[in-house]
């Protein structure tokens, strides 16, 4: 029986141009830090060549040449892939993967299960709404962004002004061309950059392994080491015949990438060189310590125990059912990637009494700041005005919370309201039908509707009376506070519950929109949405704008203290979901006394899991069966096939599918996961226990080769040994 588990324009501009940032006090070696490909050969090419690369800047990020920023790509909308072959391979996590493979599977065809490999290119198939996006270029438009701007002007003058000139400058980059821009800031505002792409929307599946493989371990292993998951995916980027993007058509080409990573299928050892590029989301490196103190009193186990609540309900009718397993296959493991790495997080926040150290650093900012006359007047009261921020922040803060993991879990919520702005927008039936389409093939009433009485039970216990929606009166009213039965009565009466109710109304508005907008508006669905909604724009939002607005202020002018004070270090910006390189070794760490994990693992650790009888640890039959042979063609290593490797690189959300490159740039494995003891590597790193986990370049082409027998991808790459 298997066992299911739960699973400026200014002076600082300078020093922004010429350094990036870490936190002062902390005595960190090189490994650590995000670093923007544009400057590396500025900032630490010479200690990336010290500690083991073998290439040049002009390697890594060029606008002269082909380079590997040229093979990195952002997956999707939130992962990282890579070119992998002259004819348009391009290689990401099976988990960034996870959705499209979805999304083309059905009961009668269960390619989460059973995995998909095309056998030819007539035989991949199009992932529709998927996108792979390449970087041309990137450039500081600090001084551009800033121009105009005076002391003179009032915040929301300020801010229309930098919009203003951030949009001239975006215009001009793409002007009469099919390229996207972007212009982000770094360090709280304190300088600007240019991100020019390239987005290709004609992206289709070549392979997936099976879940039992991809996903291997599932949520009992997510976040953690040692790992066995062969987490990779297989899909083609398509061209027009100019190799420009094109919107999905049968005459359409193999993309001819300007740069592709060779493999190199020579194995690694203990210590080597590791390089990781691609798109880390989100880090608050320089997070002031009531803010971390906040994130482990507050905020994560807040979320923690909301997304709990909603776990149990998904996981039980997932077992009934595995129409449902399959149409709430991706939304569970969304949910449950962030609810255990909030865990950990906290678990290493902890640990290395984070909150104390960042105490100890603000002392010492605090003692820097008056020992000057001059930087008194310009940063005395920065630490006291972050006090009193985060303190009349917390009410709101907490809303906000809510807000994101209560009032959007429901999914009847976010359906109401989109359709309802589409009607409002005019938009074409056939678009709306669409959209109708494709939330019902993956809704299941019975869990939303549970998670519905569960959410807004969970927001009454959170929130004051005074910040509740005027339907609560019915709750503790006519349904004597029983949440279930209000939500039931809900479901029975809303059109939302009845794909075939949301189409009659559909056809209502083909010929009636603003009778159907009406009717929309009296749904009970839409009425407490829409209360939700008039309480928070009136009596939250706004305030918490405007302490956000003043808390990141704030930050900035902390930021650029930092910066005065720090002159001469290497400094890195947080993450942004922009391009970075990040780098370190292979490396083993010690967890906690007595225990050590060495580097590796190898398929003997997927078979001994495979015997612990869980569910998350299924293997399929032809896979044991390659174990026992030892049929592992010349990817084994002494009679053993690795699957897994750490290493120091400083990674986070974002990096999942991230090409892990040795020290000549060639590709040795894919980045996937942190171990959990590293994951509060968004807040503060600790070196020695801080590892990416990534899964082998040999596994992956063992798992194509003998596994899936697509042998021929094979001989599209550059593989060298």
Not at 30 to 38: H, L, Q
Not at 128 to 141: H, W
Not at 189 to 194: P, S
Not at 428 to 443: G, L, Q, S, T, W
Request: glycine share 8%.
């Amino acid at each position: 029986m298997y066992v299911k588990r739960m699973r400026v324009k200014s002076v600082l501009i300078i020093c922004l141009t010429t350094v990036l940032m870490v936190p002062f006090a902390l005595q960190l070696a090189a490994k650590e830090g995000m670093w923007i490909p544009m400057l590396i050969e500025r900032y630490n090419i010479e200690q990336m060549q010290e500690a083991g690369l073998r290439l040049s800047a002009e390697d890594i990020y060029s606008i002269n040449q082909d380079c590997l920023k040229d093979a990195v790509v952002i997956f999707g909308g939130g992962c990282t892939g890579e070119m992998i072959s002259e004819e348009g391979l391009v290689l990401t996590n099976h988990h960034c993967g996870y959705g499209a493979v979805q999304s083309l599977s059905s009961v009668e065809h269960d390619y989460l299960t059973d995995g998909f490999w095309a056998m030819g290119r007539a035989e991949e198939l199009p992932a529709r709404g998927l996108s792979v996006t390449f970087l041309r270029y990137m450039k500081e438009v600090t001084e551009e962004v800033m121009e105009g701007l005076t002391q003179e002007m009032d915040a929301a003058e300020r801010d229309r002004r930098k919009e203003l000139n951030m949009g001239h400058i975006m215009e001009a980059a793409t002007d009469a061309t099919q390229l996207e821009a972007q212009v982000q800031p770094f360090y709280y505002g304190n300088a600007y950059y240019l991100f020019v792409y390239e987005v290709y929307r004609d992206v289709r599946l070549v392979g997936a392994p099976p879940e039992a493989i991809g996903n291997f371990g599932e949520d009992q292993d997510n976040w953690m080491w040692p790992r066995h998951t062969g987490d990779f995916s297989i899909f083609r980027v398509y061209a027009d015949r100019q190799n420009r993007p094109a919107t999905y058509d049968p005459a359409n080409k193999p993309y001819k990438p300007r740069k592709h990573l060779e493999i190199a299928a020579g194995g690694i050892r203990e210590g080597d060189f590791t390089m990781v590029m691609g798109y880390p989301g989100h880090t608050s490196r320089y997070l002031y310590s009531a803010g971390v103190g906040e994130l482990l009193e507050n905020s994560l186990p807040l979320k923690i125990g909301l997304r709990t609540t909603r776990l149990k309900i998904m996981d039980r009718y997932m077992e009934e059912s595995d129409a449902v397993r399959i149409q709430y296959a991706s939304k569970y493991r969304r949910v449950s990637n962030a609810w255990k790495k909030w865990q950990g997080m906290i678990r290493g926040l902890n640990r290395n009494r984070v909150v104390e150290v960042k105490v100890g650093e603000e002392e010492k900012f605090r003692d820097w700041v008056k020992s000057d006359g001059e930087r008194a007047l310009k940063y005395d009261r920065v630490l006291d005005e972050f006090e009193r921020l985060y303190q009349d922040m917390g009410l709101y803060r907490n809303a906000m919370d809510m807000l994101q993991e209560a009032i959007m879990a429901v999914e009847l919520f976010n359906e109401a309201s989109e359709i309802g702005n589409m009607m409002k927008q005019g938009r074409k039936p056939e678009a709306i039908e669409a959209r109708v389409n494709r939330f019902y093939k993956d809704f299941y009433l019975p869990i939303d509707r549970e998670i519905f009485a569960s959410m807004i039970e969970a927001y009454a216990q959170t929130m004051p009376d005074s910040l509740l929606p005027a339907f609560y009166q019915d709750i503790r009213g006519k349904y004597k506070g029983d949440a279930g039965r209000f939500a039931g009565a809900i479901y029975r009466k809303t059109i939302f519950s009845r794909q075939a109710d949301v189409m009659d109304l559909l056809s209502r508005y083909i010929k009636d929109p603003e009778a159907a907008i009406r009717q929309l508006e009296k749904d009970p669905v839409s009425v407490c949405q829409q209360q939700f909604q008039d309480l928070y724009m009136i009596e939250i939002i706004p305030e918490y704008r405007q302490l956000e607005a003043a808390l990141q202020q704030n930050y900035k002018t902390y930021m650029a203290a930092l910066l005065e004070m720090e002159q001469g270090r290497l400094l890195y910006p947080d993450a942004n979901f922009t391009m970075r390189v990040t780098y370190g070794k292979t490396a083993g760490f010690q967890p906690r006394d007595g225990v050590y994990y060495r580097y590796y693992t190898t398929l003997s650790g997927v078979i001994e899991k495979a015997e612990e009888d869980f569910e998350d640890y299924r293997i399929p039959q032809k896979l044991r069966e390659l174990a026992a042979t030892r049929d592992f063609g010349p990817y084994g290593v002494d009679g053993t096939m690795p699957v897994c490797f750490i290493a120091s690189n400083h990674t986070s959300g974002g990096n999942s599918g991230s090409p892990v490159m040795n020290a000549d740039g060639r590709l040795i494995g894919i980045n996937f996961d942190r171990n959990w003891e590293g994951t509060m590597s968004d807040v503060y790193y600790d070196s020695s226990l801080c590892r990416n986990i990534s899964v082998d370049i040999r596994y992956v082409l063992f798992i194509i080769d003998k596994y899936a027998d697509a042998g021929y991808l094979l001989n599209e790459m550059d593989i060298v040994w």
